[in-house]
């Protein structure tokens, strides 16, 4: 057989996509090029259109107040520094800003995947730490947490804050967010740990923006707050409608 | 000199080159415009891979987390239709090792009855039929037609340029450009973070 050109060697290796010994890069390159455009598919050729609201989660995400996605370098949050940190967890592995949108037919599992899938990515609320005496209130503000609004929410919904207040040796979480009426279900509001993958509910959306954290309940392993809107379908687990969510520190 | 007509990406070649500039200094809308070119192929890719559920969420953490790493991307390095799609695969990995997790408790495994969770192996191979759709999609029809015949025939380059008409430097040039091109989807798909 007559010694092949490169030419040849390519076109023989577009064609074989068993390794040979001699492969340059390249050559192993094209093997596997060969043997991707052999196995294509009518959705690879022609892929699915993604929905129209999905650039507009993308756009939040990335200019949203305090998500500060360009200063992170995607692990470690900026932002205020922690006054009072809480302890066992970095900042980075929360805040899964738009990553719970479940089927309420397999809620466990979406959680779950919402979890990995946003754990990498970084959008912290701008978390803002204060230890101070609350005179009005009585207690101490061990944290707090701005909420940002998520893609999921009623138009109209602007930021909240939240706050754990320890007041008599009981902690409480004050909430100021004041979402428009949902008309499908009514607000609830959640402590999540940063897998997304355990939480408590802390009761449905209260006027006076009091909640008592259960002495039981380590705010530290569930430091994102989450508010969902609920449908009234006496289902007691989370709807994976999440329409604010903030990271305690 | 060539003519610029004949290279095999022509006027689409240009434009994704000047978007892989773009993204790589963070230009004003240069996130938009790759949203705008490759969103598609990544959110196919996470429809296909963890399921259209969760293709949404992992499509904006795609997105995000590529734009928030792109002085990682060099265009030098590969393409940014490869190195998207490269990051897609780290995120629909993570994603899929959670499902997993679920999925190993006992109790909840009947919630998962019809999610057959894809293999690594199986994502990769998605990923690259993706990148390789994708760049076969971008090449000029008369370009696309002798690399198919590369691919797909057991023609010689002396018989595809028989059987395409065209001369046989044209055919080899086109298959060897085109072969480039692809190569750097590749590269941008093992070069990403």
Redesign the interface.
Do not use: C, N
């Given at each position: 057989m007559p010694p092949r050109d490169s030419?040849?060697r390519?076109?023989d290796a577009?064609?074989d996509p068993l390794p040979r010994p001699d492969d340059t890069p390249?050559l192993s390159?094209?093997r596997?090029?060969?043997?991707?455009?052999?196995?294509?598919?009518a959705?690879?050729?022609d892929?699915?259109?993604?929905?129209p609201e999905?650039?507009a989660?993308?756009?939040d995400?990335?200019s949203s107040p305090g998500s500060d996605?360009?200063a992170?370098?995607?692990e470690e949050a900026a932002g205020a520094a922690p006054v009072v940190p809480l302890e066992g967890r970095r900042a980075s592995a929360a805040a899964p800003a738009?990553?719970?949108?479940?089927?309420r037919?397999?809620?466990?599992?979406?959680?779950?995947?919402?979890?990995?899938?946003?754990?990498?990515?970084?959008?912290v609320a701008g978390a803002v730490v204060a230890t101070r005496e609350d005179g009005d209130a009585g207690g101490s503000t061990v944290a707090s947490a701005e909420l940002e609004p998520l893609p999921d929410a009623l138009p109209g919904t602007g930021p909240g804050r939240a706050a754990v207040v320890v007041r008599d040796g009981a902690e409480e979480l004050t909430l100021d967010a004041t979402p428009p009426e949902a008309p499908d279900g009514f607000y609830e509001v959640w402590l999540i740990d940063t897998a997304v993958?355990g939480m408590v509910s802390l009761g449905p959306l209260r006027a006076d923006g009091r909640y008592a954290i259960p002495d039981r309940v380590d705010v530290r392993a569930f430091p994102v707050v989450d508010v969902s809107i609920e449908p009234p379908d006496g289902e007691p687990t989370h709807s994976g409608r999440s329409v604010l969510r903030g990271v305690l520190s | 000199v060539r003519d610029a007509t004949s290279d095999p990406g022509d006027a689409r070649a240009a434009a994704d080159a000047d978007l892989e500039l773009a993204f790589a200094k963070?230009g004003d809308d240069a996130?938009?415009a790759a949203?705008a070119r490759f969103?598609?192929?990544v959110?196919?890719f996470a429809?296909?891979t963890?399921g259209p559920?969760?293709?949404?969420?992992?499509?904006?953490?795609v997105?995000?987390?590529a734009?928030?790493?792109r002085d990682r991307y060099d265009p030098e390095r590969g393409s940014l239709a490869g190195w998207l799609i490269g990051v897609a695969r780290?995120?629909v990995t993570?994603?899929?090792?959670?499902?997993q997790?679920?999925?190993a408790?006992a109790e909840?495994a009947a919630?998962?009855a019809g999610?057959a969770p894809a293999a690594d192996a199986a994502v990769d191979?998605v990923a690259?039929?993706?990148?390789?759709?994708d760049g076969?999609?971008a090449l000029r029809p008369e370009v696309r037609e002798v690399v198919?015949l590369?691919?797909?025939s057991?023609l010689?380059?002396e018989q595809i340029a028989e059987r395409t008409g065209r001369p046989l430097g044209t055919v080899?040039s086109h298959?060897?450009r085109s072969?480039a091109t692809?190569?750097r989807h590749?590269?941008g798909l093992d070069a990403a973070p």
């Amino acid at each position: 057989m007559p010694p092949r050109d490169s030419d040849e060697r390519e076109l023989d290796a577009a064609r074989d996509p068993l390794p040979r010994p001699d492969d340059t890069p390249d050559l192993s390159r094209v093997r596997r090029i060969g043997a991707a455009a052999r196995s294509l598919d009518a959705e690879d050729r022609d892929p699915a259109d993604p929905p129209p609201e999905l650039w507009a989660g993308i756009a939040d995400r990335v200019s949203s107040p305090g998500s500060d996605v360009d200063a992170t370098g995607g692990e470690e949050a900026a932002g205020a520094a922690p006054v009072v940190p809480l302890e066992g967890r970095r900042a980075s592995a929360a805040a899964p800003a738009a990553a719970l949108r479940p089927g309420r037919g397999r809620r466990a599992a979406w959680w779950a995947i919402g979890a990995a899938a946003a754990a990498v990515v970084l959008v912290v609320a701008g978390a803002v730490v204060a230890t101070r005496e609350d005179g009005d209130a009585g207690g101490s503000t061990v944290a707090s947490a701005e909420l940002e609004p998520l893609p999921d929410a009623l138009p109209g919904t602007g930021p909240g804050r939240a706050a754990v207040v320890v007041r008599d040796g009981a902690e409480e979480l004050t909430l100021d967010a004041t979402p428009p009426e949902a008309p499908d279900g009514f607000y609830e509001v959640w402590l999540i740990d940063t897998a997304v993958d355990g939480m408590v509910s802390l009761g449905p959306l209260r006027a006076d923006g009091r909640y008592a954290i259960p002495d039981r309940v380590d705010v530290r392993a569930f430091p994102v707050v989450d508010v969902s809107i609920e449908p009234p379908d006496g289902e007691p687990t989370h709807s994976g409608r999440s329409v604010l969510r903030g990271v305690l520190s | 000199v060539r003519d610029a007509t004949s290279d095999p990406g022509d006027a689409r070649a240009a434009a994704d080159a000047d978007l892989e500039l773009a993204f790589a200094k963070g230009g004003d809308d240069a996130l938009a415009a790759a949203y705008a070119r490759f969103g598609r192929v990544v959110y196919s890719f996470a429809r296909r891979t963890v399921g259209p559920e969760v293709a949404e969420e992992v499509t904006q953490d795609v997105f995000v987390a590529a734009w928030t790493a792109r002085d990682r991307y060099d265009p030098e390095r590969g393409s940014l239709a490869g190195w998207l799609i490269g990051v897609a695969r780290h995120k629909v990995t993570d994603a899929l090792r959670a499902q997993q997790r679920v999925a190993a408790r006992a109790e909840r495994a009947a919630a998962f009855a019809g999610v057959a969770p894809a293999a690594d192996a199986a994502v990769d191979q998605v990923a690259e039929r993706l990148v390789v759709a994708d760049g076969l999609a971008a090449l000029r029809p008369e370009v696309r037609e002798v690399v198919e015949l590369a691919f797909y025939s057991d023609l010689t380059h002396e018989q595809i340029a028989e059987r395409t008409g065209r001369p046989l430097g044209t055919v080899k040039s086109h298959i060897r450009r085109s072969l480039a091109t692809l190569r750097r989807h590749l590269e941008g798909l093992d070069a990403a973070p």
